[in-house]
């Protein structure tokens, strides 16, 4: 069951790793010219050099120096854009009211558009082993509160520079074809000293999200699979080499599905969608049943199974409806189902083994 549930635990950092190599590709071949496929295998390469020599620790400084890049360049492109567009009244003389007026902007895209989106996208926010390490990286329950409400913050704050974004690159190119290559186009629009600027902004956010996932799937790998059931007894040295040769594994296994799928924002719902398919009703049903004798391994086991299995049926068909709905309408089924038959069975073998001792 724990095997299971780190590898489900593992599909979303994985699927960021996928969205990112994407995202890199897509932008800076717009830009250089160089090949989609070159640009991948280069930047996969250049991210192995930060994962590597120092592993968390390298990771933990990347993050922390491409973060201050991150804020300055967000502010400086912010301004940038909001002049080339012409000043916030010209943006919004060329897009339609209901997008930028509140509150009806923000339900533009129609109920329906946005009940699917929180489908795809929420519940797997809520199995996201990110959320959870916050928990239990914490010292106390209120370090683990402020960690969310910084999170949150943060994410309201992204969310609104995001939509800026998009709005004033909207007004300049109405017609853009592929909303995905939005900022690919923006930095064809600018000066090269900025577009430098800007390249290194999104370099410097790629990097940090491809660094993170790379030793988030190599940690649940080697600590929660291989020293857990496969080799309790590793040494740090076998458990180092061992990290590296993964990181290598899985950079390399992620190329070639990008390559395969280059659809960023298909990898990214898709691997929210089968995490929460997997993990969401075992999570919470097992903590709403925790001190009830109906909870069983087998029950949870069934459940993720049933959840991955629906989504997967309907992906496969192709439904209007977003194929985690189905997924974890699948896994609820299969948590009621084999929790009760499995709880049904310890009761009978229990019972058995009572009226063999009375006999006796």
Same mark, same amino acid.
């Given at each position: ?33 160089? %090949? ?5 295998? *280069? ?10 020599? &120092? ?20 502010? *400086? ?7 080339? #567009? ?21 339900? #533009? ?14 519940? =797997? ?27 949150? +913050? ?29 900022? =690919? ?10 577009? #430098? ?17 790379? !030793? ?8 929660? +699979? ?10 740090? %040295? ?5 990290? %590296? ?12 599905? *990008? ?10 719902? #898709? ?8 993990? $969401? ?7 709403? $049943?925790?001190?009830?004798? %109906? ?32 997924? +974890?309408? &699948? ?27 009375? !006999?006796?």
């Amino acid at each position: 069951m724990m095997s299971i549930v780190t590898f489900l635990a593992i599909v979303v950092p994985f699927g960021w790793l996928c969205t990112q190599l994407v995202a890199f590709g897509s932008l800076f071949a717009e830009i250089t010219g160089i %090949r989609f496929t070159i640009l991948i295998i *280069a930047f996969a390469a250049i991210s192995l050099l930060f994962v590597l020599p &120092g592993g968390l620790s390298s990771v933990a400084w990347t993050d922390f120096l491409f973060g201050c890049v991150m804020i300055v360049m967000t502010i *400086a492109s912010g301004f940038y854009i909001l002049e080339l #567009a012409g000043g916030w009244s010209e943006i919004t003389s060329k897009v339609p009211g209901n997008m930028i007026h509140l509150p009806e902007g923000l339900g #533009a895209v129609g109920t329906t558009t946005i009940l699917f989106w929180v489908l795809a996208i929420f519940p =797997g926010a809520l199995t996201n082993q990110m959320s959870y390490q916050r928990i239990y990286a914490a010292s106390s329950a209120s370090v683990a509160k402020k960690g969310f409400i910084i999170a949150a +913050i943060v994410g309201v704050i992204s969310g609104v520079w995001a939509s800026f974004m998009g709005i004033a690159i909207y007004s300049m190119n109405p017609g853009l074809s592929d909303p995905e290559m939005a900022s =690919g186009w923006f930095l064809t629009q600018i000066p090269l000293w900025f577009m #430098a600027l800007y390249a290194s902004f999104i370099i410097a956010t790629i990097m940090s999200t491809v660094s993170s996932a790379v !030793q988030s799937v190599v940690v649940n790998i080697t600590t929660d +699979i291989y020293q857990s059931y496969i080799n309790p007894n590793a040494t740090d %040295r076998t458990l180092v080499a061992l990290s %590296r040769l993964m990181s290598v594994i899985v950079i390399v296994l992620a190329v070639f599905l *990008a390559l395969y799928y280059p659809k960023a924002l298909g990898w990214l719902v #898709a691997t929210y969608a089968y995490s929460a398919s997997g993990l $969401l009703v075992p999570i919470f049903g097992g903590f709403l $049943l925790r001190n009830s004798k %109906r909870l069983t391994a087998g029950g949870a086991i069934g459940s993720m199974t049933f959840g991955v299995i629906s989504a997967a049926v309907a992906q496969i068909i192709g439904t209007d409806i977003p194929y985690v709905a189905f997924g +974890i309408m &699948g896994s609820l089924a299969g948590f009621i189902i084999f929790n009760y038959i499995i709880s049904e069975k310890h009761k009978h073998d229990e019972w058995e083994e009572d009226e063999e001792e009375v !006999q006796i």
